[in-house]
C-alpha cells in the first residue's frame, strides 16, 4: 500500500501528519481549545508549523494550559518568568500579545456566548474582511494573513491543501 501524500509543510512529520489529519480545519470546540489555537497562530507567525507542534507541550506548559482567564491576570513578573521557561518561544512581543489577547478574547467569548459563537456571528454579518477588522481592533499579532490561518484552520475556510495532497479536495 502507498502512503499517503501531504501537504508539502507536513513532510515526514508524526505530529504534523496528525495535526493535519485530526486537527487542521476542524472546529475547536470549547473556548480553551480556541484560545491555545489563536496562541498557536500567533507564536507561528514567522515560524514554522512543524516547529509549533514539536513545542505545543512546552508552550502548554508554560502557558498555563492556555487558560485565558490564567493569561489574563499575567504582569510583567510573570511573562518573565515564562519567557526563560523549557521549550518556550522566547519572543517578547509574541508573549506579551497572547497575554494582552487573552483578555480581548474573554470580552468577545462574553459576547458570543461564546468565542467560537461571537466568531461565527461576525463571520455570517461581516465575513472575513469583517473578521479582520474586527481582530485588527481587538487582538494583538494578528493581521490578515494569520486571522485566514486561523479561520481556515477552524473550519471556518477551506483549507489550502496542495494539490497532490491526500485530502485535497475534501476531508480525509
Not at 77 to 102: C, F, H, T, W, Y
Not at 143 to 152: A, I, K, Q, T, Y
Request: charged residues 30%.
Amino acid at each position: 500500500m502507498t502512503p499517503a501524500a501531504y501537504c508539502d509543510w507536513v513532510g515526514d512529520d508524526a505530529l504534523a501528519r496528525r495535526f493535519h489529519d485530526e486537527e487542521w480545519g476542524r472546529d475547536p470546540g470549547d473556548d480553551r481549545a480556541w484560545f491555545e489555537l489563536l496562541c498557536l497562530e500567533v507564536f507561528q507567525a514567522g515560524l514554522s508549523w512543524r516547529l509549533i507542534l514539536h513545542r505545543r507541550e512546552a508552550l502548554r506548559r508554560a502557558l498555563e494550559g492556555f487558560e485565558p482567564e490564567a493569561l489574563a491576570r499575567w504582569d510583567a513578573d510573570r511573562i518573565e518568568q515564562a519567557l526563560a521557561a523549557p521549550g518556550m518561544i522566547r519572543n517578547r512581543r509574541k508573549l506579551e500579545a497572547v497575554v494582552a489577547n487573552a483578555r480581548a478574547f474573554r470580552q468577545a467569548a462574553a459576547e458570543g456566548p461564546g468565542f467560537g459563537a461571537w466568531l461565527d456571528r461576525l463571520m455570517a454579518s461581516e465575513g472575513e474582511a469583517g473578521v479582520v477588522r474586527a481582530f485588527r481592533q481587538r487582538f494583538r499579532f494578528l493581521g490578515p494573513v494569520l486571522v485566514r490561518s486561523l479561520l481556515e484552520s477552524a473550519g471556518r475556510l477551506p483549507l489550502p491543501h496542495d494539490p497532490h495532497c491526500h485530502a485535497a479536495g475534501g476531508r480525509p
